[in-house]
């Protein structure tokens, strides 16, 4: 009479569009339409998503869950969200939910391995394609002792995140470094650190330095055609002069080509130790490869520069890219050539050194040339092999020393 029924224990309910439902005691109304339990819920959807609820009603003319309390949904990228209250629909995979905490387990959201990528919001709304937070903050820092802020979080009225375009969109953002202020746009976007290559604003890093103190990195890449591109990073720091840095890359056809360079004024608080000066950087590497067909040899030429206005400006700023390290302490510049075939190898150097170490009287040292021959003479499975090895070397070192050699060895 009542077009009611009741389980009673475990109970597997599968709906029409394929969703487990794992519960127990579970009360079927087919008169007002709808299926309920009390008792902790397990929902498997169709994409092998896990949604934990400690209760649930479904609408079965709507095609809807309900859920109200502690909610833990599982994806199957190992990403979880916390909700106190959920809507899915199950018609349109969607799912709604409030007071949301997101915790981004998968690797390829991540920079390195110390992130924690997590967002907190009002609500979301996830489908097929689009995850929208409302009120949402967002950051990539560590977790920090007594649950205090992360050193850097992005605020924003609305984030989204397009799965299928992977680009996150922001509107109103505001950058807050420990929870204050440091930069507002109405709106902002960047690929989402899963993206190998595209024009947008990269991932924004926090730093905190015992000379410099707190700062915020924000790059841009500019993925120029095919064949170049352009990396432009602003380091803001709360108390001292900005640096701006750039690295450009260029590939041809046969060679490959890396600029890299950086400015700042300075120390904005100066001391007899801290001064003003400008410091700059530039470094540079360009190497080309030649192939014979005639004589099936190979040639490769390389020219590096590296060039800094300040000894300690690598390690005080924490730079770090493709050419560039931050424990640095000796610039080469150099021009080297190889030419190696089945029988012959050739090899140039030319070198200038520069020590960035203090206590040194000449910090130059000069290689001009060093030269490698290599030539198989014999090569017979009877006899064996006769190879003629020549090196020679010219060193000039503390101004005026000078070391040759020759060494000739068959």
Not at 108 to 125: A, C, D, V
Not at 247 to 269: A, C, H, M, P, W
Request: charged share 25%; hydrophobic share 30%; proline share 3%.
């Amino acid at each position: 009479k009542l077009k009611t029924l009741s389980s009673i224990g475990n109970t597997e309910i599968i709906t029409s569009e394929n969703y487990v439902i794992n519960s127990s005691d579970i009360v079927f109304d087919d008169l007002k339409k709808y299926i309920s339990s009390d008792k902790e819920t397990v929902i498997i959807d169709q994409d092998n998503n896990r949604i934990v609820l400690d209760n649930f009603e479904y609408l079965i003319n709507d095609f809807i869950f309900k859920s109200v309390g502690n909610i833990k949904v599982e994806d199957y990228l190992n990403n979880t969200y916390n909700f106190s209250q959920v809507y899915i629909d199950t018609k349109k995979k969607e799912l709604l939910g409030t007071d949301i905490k997101t915790f981004i387990n998968n690797d390829n959201f991540k920079i390195n391995k110390n992130n924690k990528p997590r967002i907190f919001s009002n609500t979301i709304k996830i489908s097929n394609e689009i995850t929208s937070f409302d009120k949402s903050r967002f950051t990539l820092c560590d977790y920090r002792k007594n649950d205090k802020c992360p050193p850097w979080t992005i605020q924003s009225a609305n984030m989204l995140h397009d799965r299928k375009k992977k680009t996150i969109y922001y509107k109103n953002a505001l950058i807050k470094v420990y929870d204050i202020p440091v930069f507002y746009t109405p709106r902002l976007s960047h690929p989402d650190p899963s993206v190998d290559r595209r024009s947008g604003f990269l991932v924004p890093s926090f730093e905190d330095t015992k000379n410099l103190g707190e700062g915020l990195t924000i790059p841009y890449f500019w993925a120029i055609s095919k064949d170049k591109d352009l990396t432009l990073t602003n380091k803001l720091y709360v108390s001292e002069n900005p640096l701006f840095l750039g690295e450009y890359r260029q590939v041809f056809e046969n060679s490959n080509l890396i600029l890299d360079f950086g400015f700042t004024e300075g120390y904005k608080k100066t001391s007899a130790v801290k001064t003003s000066d400008q410091k700059t950087h530039f470094f540079s590497k360009l190497v080309k490869n030649f192939y014979n067909n005639e004589n099936k040899s190979e040639n490769t030429l390389s020219i590096t520069t590296q060039e800094v206005s300040n000894d300690k400006y690598f390690k005080l700023y924490k730079i770090n890219s493709e050419l560039v390290d931050d424990g640095i302490d000796t610039l080469k510049n150099t021009l080297s050539f190889t030419h190696s075939s089945d029988k012959n190898f050739f090899g140039l150097d030319v070198s200038m050194y520069e020590t960035l170490k203090s206590g040194y009287n000449d910090k130059y040292e000069y290689i001009y040339p060093e030269l490698t021959f290599n030539k198989n003479l014999l090569s017979s499975s009877t006899f064996g092999s006769i190879d003629l090895d020549s090196n020679l070397k010219i060193r000039n070192y503390d101004t005026n020393k000078t070391s040759k050699f020759l060494v000739n060895n068959l």
